[in-house]
């Protein structure tokens, strides 16, 4: 996709860094109603991580998702958002009503669990979206 | 051209220091955005929604509907960028191909 | 006039800000400078808003372990912040579109400056 930025010391730092990045922001989505966090922030976190691998290895680029594999995530993530707030019709409730899901008793539990849920769908869609912004406007000429 | 630019540049700041007094003070208590909405959203967000977080709580349950849209766009803006790229690099390899 | 002051000069540097989006829109002919003169007055609109959800002595919109529930005054208002967490992501999103049809009017015109990209319209 294009050249290779980095060199070893870079290459190896990177290999170092970016699991932890990863899991930064797994924490970040689901840890969101309980600290400053959120779909939006761990989203724009992966594709950071991803395309911090995807710059510094370049070409040679071994791990991470290429652009086919972006758009389709988007389009799950988009999916879910709007799949959860289509479930809650069928138990009775408005659209986007998560209260009304069987996932327990408690009602406000219910409704962070379906918060969670379309939270993972903003995640999804937003990673996938600016992996597929940056690889176009960084690609090379075929 | 940037010397009109600046005049009509200068007069637009005047006018917006000439309204800015029509706003609430920075820091007021009782500011209309303050008043309205909001009281709720800070004292029953915990109980309604269970986020300890009321941005969460707002941005994913009260104004669910919203942030649906606002996601949309963040995916229709993804997908144009794509159309609009890849279009050109196919219509090229075409036309090598082709002719 | 001291607590005027205090009180309006947020917005006063804001106004600024955003004038200054506006002349760089104005004044220069590339166009990716401008695209950069759009984001500049994004800014400036979102400092707007949150400025507007401030109030005196209050902290970030979570809920402190221990508090009470009911105390409105001690947390700052949450829906601006919310509205500008999702304007700041479409912000970048729409750059990107912005940045794609860049590149395409550089690859037909062979140049991003306004002069030149409307000579080769006209031609």
Known sequence: MRERYGTTILDTAIRLLVPFYLLYAVYVLVHGHYSPGGGFQAGVTL?????????????????????????????????????IGILALFWGGNFLDYGVLPLGEIEPKVRALGTLGIETGVTLGVMGTFIVIFNLLTGREE | ??????????????????????????????SPPAAHVSPRYIEMAHEETGAVNMVTAVLADYRGYDTLGETTVIFTAGISCLLILEARRKQKRNKRGGR | MLTAVAGYINFWLIAILLLVGVYGIIATENLLKKLMALNVISVAIILF???????????????????????????????????????????????GVGLAMLYKIYHRYGSLEEPDVLKEMRQ
């Open chain 3, 49 to 95: 808003y949150l400025n507007l959800g401030q109030k005196a002595g209050s902290t970030v919109p979570i809920l402190l372990p221990g508090a009470e529930v009911g105390v409105v005054n001690a947390y700052a208002n949450p829906l601006p912040h919310t509205l500008m967490l999702t304007a700041i992501v479409v912000g970048v999103a729409t750059t």
């Open chain 2, 1 to 30: 051209m940037k010397k009109v630019a600046l005049i009509l540049l200068l007069l637009l700041a005047g006018l917006f220091i000439y309204t800015s007094f029509d706003l609430p003070p920075t820091n007021d208590l009782n």
């Open chain 1, 47 to 83: 594709a950071a991580s991803i395309l911090l691998v995807n710059m510094v290895q370049g070409d040679e680029v071994t791990w991470g998702v290429n652009k086919q594999t972006a758009v389709i995530l988007a389009s799950i993530g988009t999916f879910i958002y709007a799949g």
